[in-house]
Nanobody
């Protein structure tokens, strides 16, 4: 069973950058695609980005394209979400989860982490 733990959140100002990490335990991590989702105050959980097991296929939410970059290091069992040019509307709890192929449907994901808070002040 794969367990995922998010880290790297914090309080930053608009225009700043943060790098989130999703670290996994378990031998099957390198065979799984991983996605990042977020849930802002009073909002539904929404897809942010996903990456294939090989790190060669990606999917992004339109509003983060060009600002966020997802990557992975299977040797370290970690998936990263580099977030640049952050905006106040990016404020949310960010979660990572596992799936078979990159997609934006949260129902296709399992092994959800507990989340890490990202707060962007204006």
């Amino acid at each position: 069973q794969v367990q995922l733990v998010e880290s790297g959140g914090g309080l930053v100002q608009a225009g700043d950058s943060l790098r989130l990490s999703c670290t996994a335990s378990g031998r099957t991590f390198s065979s799984l695609a991983v996605g990042w989702f977020r849930q802002g105050p009073g909002k539904e959980r929404e897809f942010v980005a996903a990456i294939s097991w090989s790190g060669t296929r990606f999917a992004y939410k339109d509003s983060v394209k060009g600002r966020f970059t997802i990557s992975r290091n299977n040797a370290e069992n970690t998936v990263f979400l580099q977030m640049d040019s952050l905006k106040p509307e990016d404020t949310a709890v960010y979660f990572c989860a596992a799936t078979s192929i990159p997609n934006s449907d949260p129902r296709q994901y399992t092994n959800w982490g507990q989340g890490t808070q990202v707060t962007v002040s204006s």
